[in-house]
């Protein structure tokens, strides 16, 4: 098989580096046995930010680090590791800037509310116009 | 009232979409172990000679420079010089090469020097991702305790150096 | 000498605009202030607008015309060529190359802008003059905005000297078909939505909010709409095929630019209808009209500003920014402060009972703005957080809980939509005609737990919801001659229909896609879903700008017939980069999706294979939804004719 010796840009890679020439990390590529692992393992990893791309999830980029996360999620997951235990790893190392999937907080509780406020609007709204509408 | 809801509510964005504009967010992915010990880890030696890194000799009691790089990254080469320097002022730099083989290794050492007490080899970004880093070049200036105290993201510059061997200093 | 006439073209349109507006501005303000008077100057004033719009139009597309052809020329001494294009690239990337920058695209913005407003100055008959005349002047005041950030800040046809040799070349990412279709389409469909706006806003100022203007704006709603239904459909596709992962939507935020508006557009042309036969929902019209083409050019801005992160965004350029948020807090608080101050004075309508088909559309409004408010927030929150000095990211995980129920629920209420009486109705002749559609999402539900192997709550939910919207709207066809009902009630019927095929395919492919990602070797056969895909090989091959590894796939599923399948590794030089092309297999109950990746330099090559059922129905049923709007705008049109010639031959007998 040709080797790919071609040194190249990737999309998603950040500016001004270049990158190794290695084949990827053992299950950067290749899925896990276990399906059931399988599939908690792509069910996390879409919810993990690549964090040299411009704005795409781990399981959706080609960019080097992108793979070595994606090793390392698969690597935990066979171990046992809980994908929650795997995110909050990620996210002591990153801040939550990692995840997709904002936490509950204080910083965050208008975001995850937004939905039911909008709705509640949505109502007040709609009752105040039959009403009017009646009378 | 009701009717100047639309227009509330578009002032709001615009005010968020204001204040984004004019005072851009930093885009850079920093650490948030910065503050905490550096985490347990091993990696081999890369160049026969040149010792690995064990996380156990970050925190041997000397504060030290942890100096992430690799022969392929194009600013690690443009680092070189003031990494020579900080290593000319005593500070001790420990090495850990991303996705690097020995030859290019060898190579890269040679056109920059070598200010490197040890290379640790990692082939699978484990380091890495174990401290937070997100790219390479990237250092942390790390306690005798092994606490992390710094990190400088990108390659060294010349003004970069006197705030390091600052925080070093305040280290020991 | 070419750019330099685009340049005067486009000046010269920028001041036909400055006119346009000056004299719609001046024509008003006289005929408000003796409404009386015919004839004399104010007449003449009035009769000069449609012209001027036409010619401003046509000067546009002279401009836009021009752009393309220096493109098509490979001109390296315009900075816009030599910065985006490539003499060795095909002529349709060149082509389609002269908007695939900022500029460009800006350029076919105002194109199409002064083009629609030629077209409601030349088709536009119904609606009483001083209404039409406030339309077109905002149009012009739109339009002139927009000139002038092209001609200051943006200008398409500025020249570099020396002109280098050759460009820098297209983004390969962007050298597809797609290019050439993806953004005119889309772009058709966010200005087209101006035209609503300019409606909107001529009604507001003409105060003349009902039946009339409502039937003179559907059309255009319509048209817009279709586009912008076909544009996110493509935009869709393009991404699933070239970004060699299989996601289709990805919550991104200049995709979330995309749907904003047609949320909007989708709420709009359903409040339209309502204001025109039955003269209800007025403030909601005008609102929504307002809303989308703020939401449309919101997402303009977010793009091309540089505060949001994504694949997609343009070239980063702070005073570009500055200068389209001075257009936003213009146009848009203008017109929401217009809306405040004067919708009190047109706001009596007809009155309906909750339970009727109008309450059914006031909650299709309400939950297509709540759809719209929450992606909203969810796209500007990550810059909300970054002011406080907090990093995040929202991403699907938020957008599918918090959007994904509403829109569900809105499934629902489209359902039912249809099947309700205007005015007023009863629940239990409602819930009569709601059995077959509640039947159809039983016997799913049931069966996809029974046979599907454990499938997530909300592709389940989605799936027996489709099943239930498919039934429920081709209802409204039952028990009725099908020649004689009228084109527009197909074009619901098929538009609906369209979504609940698209939500199936949505729900189908999260619960039924298989993956195979694996290193393989020469005739190392490998399973994915019902196939046996086998490596036959790995060749070189080139293309006209770009050399490529294809590997030679074999398909094989049980003792069918054997499927070809060649995914490439291709190189570009100009810029240097690597692009993977997928190979895609559809079959009638799905794809077949293949990918090369590394050789890993032992003998084997990494392949990503998947297995996606019924994924095509996504854009099939986005392309069903835009055909429903398609019979309905012709529906429309050819109603609206028959009446106007009932009319005449009445004026005439």
Known sequence: MRRLAIPALLLAAAPAFADSTLPSAPLANTQLSDPAQEAKAQALMVTLRCLVCQGQSIADSDAEMAGDMRALVRQRIRAGEQPVAIRDWLVARYGDYVTYDPPFGLLTAPLWIAPLVLIAIGVWLARASFRRRRG | MRLWLPLAVFVAVLAIIAVALYRPADRTVYSAMVGKRVPDFTVPALLPGKPGLASARLADGKPKLLNIFASWCVPCAAEAPQLMALKAAGVPIEGVAIRD????????????????????????????????????????????DGTILLQHVGDIRADDVPAILAKLEAAK | MIAEAGLAALWFAA????????????????????????????????????????????????????????????????????????????????????????????????????LAGGAVAIFERTL????????????????????????????????????????????????????????????????????????????????????????????????????????????????????????????????????????????????????????????????????????????????????????????????????????????????????????????????????????????????????????????????????????????????????????????????????????RDEARALAARMTPPIAAFGVVLIAVLLLGGGVALLPLLGMALAAALAVASVAPLWGRNLLRTPLFTWGMVVAHLGIAVSLAGMASESAFTRATLVATRVGQPQRVGPYTVTLDGVATTIGPNWSALEAHLSARRGDGAVIQLRPQSRFFTNPVTVTSESAIATVFDGQLYTVLGQADGQGRVQVRLWWKPFVTLIWLGGALVAIGGALSLVGRLRRERRTRQRASDEAWA
């Open chain 2, 101 to 144: 083989t020995p030859e290019a290794m060898r190579d890269f050492l040679a056109r920059g020097g070598d200010p490197y007490a040890a290379i640790g080899d990692d082939k699978t970004s484990a380091v890495q991702l174990a401290i937070g880093s997100s790219g390479v070049p990237e250092s942390f200036v790390i306690a005798g």
């Open chain 3, 15 to 114: 001041a036909l605009a400055a006119m346009q507006l000056a004299l719609a501005a001046i024509g008003v303000r006289r005929v408000s202030a003796a409404p009386d008077v015919q004839g004399g100057l104010t007449a003449d004033i009035l009769g000069a607008v449609r012209p001027v719009a036409i010619v401003q139009g046509a000067l546009a597309a002279v401009a836009m015309a021009l752009l393309i052809a220096v493109f098509v020329r490979s001109d390296m001494s315009v900075l816009l060529v030599a910065e985006n294009s490539h003499s060795e690239k095909p002529l349709l990337y060149k082509f389609a190359g002269a908007w695939g920058n900022h500029e460009g695209s800006m350029l076919l913005w105002v194109t199409i802008l002064g």
């Open chain 3, 128 to 423: 009483p003059r001083v209404t039409l005349i406030a339309t077109l002047g905002a149009q012009a005041a739109i339009a002139l905005g927009f000139y002038a950030f092209l001609l200051f800040v943006s200008n398409p046809f500025a020249r570099i000297d020396p002109a280098p040799l050759d460009g820098q070349g297209l983004n390969p990412l962007l050298q597809d078909p797609g290019l050439a279709f993806h953004p005119p389409t889309l772009y058709v469909g966010y200005v087209g939505i101006s035209v609503a706006f300019s409606f909107a806003v001529g009604a507001l100022v003409a105060r003349d909010v009902g039946p009339a203007f409502a039937r003179a704006m559907r059309p255009w709603v319509l048209g817009a709409w279709i586009f912008l239904t076909l544009g996110i459909t493509a935009g869709s596709y393009w991404a699933y095929y070239e970004l060699g992962w299989g996601g289709w939507w990805f919550w991104d935020p200049v995709e979330n630019a995309s749907l904003m508006p047609w949320l909007a557009a989708t709420a709009l042309l359903h409040s339209v209808t309502v204001l025109a036969t039955r003269d209800g929902l007025r403030a909601w019209t005008v609102m929504l009209a307002v809303v989308a083409f703020s939401m449309s050019m919101i997402g303009t801005f977010l793009v091309r500003s540089g505060i949001l992160t994504s694949v997609h965004a343009f070239a980063v350029d702070p005073s570009r920014g500055t200068f389209i948020l001075a257009l936003l807090v213009l146009y848009i608080g203008g017109a929401l402060a217009l809306f405040a101050g004067r919708i009190g004075t047109v706001r009596a309508g007809t009155t309906f009972d909750p339970l009727s088909r109008e309450g059914a559309l006031v909650a299709n409004n309400l939950l297509l703005s709540v759809i719209l408010g929450v992606v909203l927030i969810g796209t500007l929150y990550p810059i909300v957080a970054a002011g406080f000095g907090v990093q995040l990211s929202v991403g699907p995980p938020f957008f599918d809980k918090a959007a994904g129920p509403v829109a569900l629920l809105l499934v629902m209420v489209m359902a039912a939509g249809p099947l309700l009486r205007w005015r």
